[in-house]
C-alpha cells in the first residue's frame, strides 16, 4: 500500500509531482484499487487528462 498526497497544487496542471508518482506505481505494480479523497472539479480537463494517463500505465 502506497499514499500519495497532492496537497495545494494547481488542478489546471495534470504534471503534478505525486500524480506522476502514483501513475508510475500502478504501472509497476500490479494495482486492484485506487482510492481518490477529495478531487477538485473545477476544471474537468485535468480529471480527464489524469484518467487517460492511468489508462496508459494500466498492463
Avoid at 485535468?46 to 484518467?51: A, D, G, K
Amino acid at each position: 500500500m502506497e499514499e500519495f498526497v497532492d496537497a495545494g497544487e494547481s488542478a489546471r496542471k495534470a504534471d503534478r509531482p505525486e500524480l506522476m508518482r502514483m501513475i508510475q506505481y500502478v504501472a509497476k505494480h500490479k494495482t486492484k484499487y485506487c482510492i481518490v479523497h477529495k478531487v477538485a472539479t473545477s476544471p474537468p480537463r485535468s480529471l480527464r487528462v489524469c484518467r487517460r494517463r492511468l489508462r496508459r500505465a494500466a498492463p
